[in-house]
């Protein structure tokens, strides 16, 4: 008979919980960010066809000029294919693919990087280049080619082939009756004709490729997720090493102080008198008959908190009182929020006895 439940997971390692933010912060440190590449490679050929579906007709001029310039410039083919012929040519023609290439290549480097920092955000880490020994295990590369994900990948990759080949095909069949019109074009026209066919097929493509990214993206979060899952023991041992690291305890320590301090020195005004040593030590008195059986403690403090606990009186016009073995006893054996004890009955009676004396309560 089972007489209580046992928790396997403390013993099998099984990774069940959501990764906590430390594990998120390591896994991002070391560059295991979520990113789907399908994104990226599908937005970089959408803009770079429609940079070069803009910039036809600057394609076309220079390369009208280039050839124009060939043309009047070379006397005869002897000059052409002499030294300081191909010089020329090959300036001329590192020009023209400068001109052309630069502005797609351009368009192409900014849609990659920010389609990389919407995803990933800001992360520079030199982490995934540090050479790990474990990547030469060869049970380790096993375990990866027998894995799922290179199946996945070969999966995408044929279902990108597939979609890619069924957009082109399509198009082609409607586009067949034109295509038979292309012999009876001129040049200029079978350029364009074809440049639009292709800028069209290229936009279909990037479309269905967009589709198919989103999922991947989806699936990449899947993945991403699984990866991080840690298992309750690792979720202990993180939080102990949370709890042992001391200048994490000296921070929680040192914020605990100041919300302390904050809320004390919020109770100052309420109090009914501050007894001061008078330069070292203050503590604030409050006593209300209908709210509490004995004077309580709102605040105390020593050297510059108690210069401060006497300013804040002032400010209110609160009576401090002068009594140096008193507010040394009070401070030494009172908590702040406890009662003042039996025996400093009679001494705290009489200093608020003067107090209501001075603000003629009695």
């Given at each position: 008979?089972?007489l209580?439940?046992i928790?396997?997971?403390?013993?099998?390692?099984?990774?069940t919980?959501?990764?906590?933010?430390?594990?998120r912060?390591?896994a991002r440190?070391?560059?295991q960010?979520?990113?789907?590449?399908?994104?990226?490679?599908?937005?970089?050929?959408?803009?770079?066809?429609?940079?070069?579906?803009?910039?036809?007709?600057?394609?076309?001029?220079?390369?009208?000029?280039?050839?124009?310039?060939?043309?009047l410039?070379?006397?005869?083919?002897?000059?052409?294919?002499?030294?300081?012929?191909?010089?020329?040519?090959?300036?001329?023609?590192?020009?023209?693919t400068?001109?052309?290439?630069?502005?797609?290549?351009?368009?192409?480097?900014v849609?990659?990087?920010?389609c990389?920092?919407?995803?990933?955000?800001?992360?520079?880490?030199?982490?995934?280049?540090?050479?790990?020994?474990?990547?030469?295990?060869?049970?380790?590369?096993?375990?990866?080619?027998?894995?799922?994900?290179?199946?996945?990948?070969?999966?995408?990759?044929l279902?990108?082939?597939?979609?890619?080949?069924?957009?082109?095909?399509?198009?082609?069949?409607?586009?067949?009756?034109?295509?038979?019109?292309?012999?009876?074009?001129?040049i200029?026209?079978?350029?364009?004709?074809?440049?639009k066919?292709?800028?069209?097929?290229?936009?279909?493509?990037?479309?269905?490729?967009?589709?198919?990214?989103?999922?991947?993206?989806?699936?990449?979060?899947?993945?991403?997720?699984?990866?991080?899952?840690?298992?309750?023991?690792?979720?202990?041992?993180?939080y102990?090493q949370?709890?042992?690291?001391?200048?994490?305890?000296?921070?929680?320590?040192?914020k605990?102080?100041q919300?302390?301090?904050?809320?004390?020195?919020?109770?100052?005004?309420?109090?009914?008198?501050?007894?001061?040593?008078?330069?070292?030590?203050?503590?604030?008195?409050?006593?209300?008959?209908t709210?509490?059986?004995?004077?309580?403690?709102?605040?105390?403090?020593?050297?510059?908190?108690?210069?401060?606990?006497k300013?804040?009186?002032?400010?209110?016009?609160?009576?401090?009182?002068?009594?140096?073995p008193?507010?040394?006893?009070?401070?030494?054996?009172?908590?702040?929020?406890?009662?003042?004890?039996?025996?400093?009955?009679?001494?705290?009676?009489?200093v608020?006895?003067?107090?209501?004396r001075i603000?003629?309560?009695?």
């Amino acid at each position: 008979m089972l007489l209580f439940k046992i928790d396997l997971q403390l013993f099998n390692g099984e990774k069940t919980e959501d990764a906590t933010p430390k594990k998120r912060q390591q896994a991002r440190e070391e560059g295991q960010v979520l990113q789907s590449r399908e994104i990226n490679s599908a937005l970089i050929l959408l803009f770079t066809f429609w940079v070069l579906s803009l910039m036809g007709n600057y394609i076309y001029h220079n390369f009208m000029i280039f050839t124009k310039n060939i043309l009047l410039e070379t006397k005869n083919m002897d000059d052409l294919f002499s030294v300081g012929g191909m010089h020329k040519l090959f300036i001329q023609s590192t020009i023209l693919t400068v001109k052309i290439v630069v502005p797609i290549l351009g368009v192409a480097f900014v849609v990659g990087l920010i389609c990389s920092y919407m995803q990933v955000g800001f992360l520079f880490t030199t982490k995934p280049l540090t050479p790990k020994f474990s990547k030469l295990n060869p049970i380790n590369g096993l375990k990866k080619f027998f894995s799922m994900k290179p199946l996945v990948e070969l999966f995408k990759s044929l279902v990108k082939i597939c979609a890619v080949g069924y957009i082109t095909f399509s198009y082609v069949i409607k586009q067949s009756k034109n295509i038979l019109n292309v012999m009876d074009m001129e040049i200029l026209q079978i350029t364009g004709y074809l440049g639009k066919t292709i800028v069209n097929i290229a936009f279909r493509a990037a479309m269905v490729l967009i589709v198919l990214a989103a999922i991947d993206y989806l699936y990449q979060k899947w993945e991403h997720e699984k990866e991080l899952k840690m298992s309750k023991q690792e979720i202990k041992e993180e939080y102990k090493q949370m709890e042992g690291d001391p200048q994490l305890k000296s921070k929680i320590k040192e914020k605990q102080r100041q919300m302390s301090m904050g809320r004390m020195m919020q109770d100052v005004p309420n109090a009914d008198v501050i007894i001061t040593n008078p330069t070292h030590y203050a503590i604030a008195i409050r006593y209300d008959s209908t709210l509490e059986d004995a004077p309580i403690v709102l605040a105390k403090g020593k050297d510059l908190i108690a210069q401060k606990i006497k300013t804040i009186a002032s400010e209110n016009d609160i009576v401090i009182v002068e009594n140096k073995p008193l507010a040394r006893s009070i401070y030494a054996t009172v908590d702040i929020g406890d009662y003042i004890p039996p025996d400093l009955y009679q001494a705290v009676a009489e200093v608020l006895a003067y107090v209501y004396r001075i603000k003629n309560i009695y």
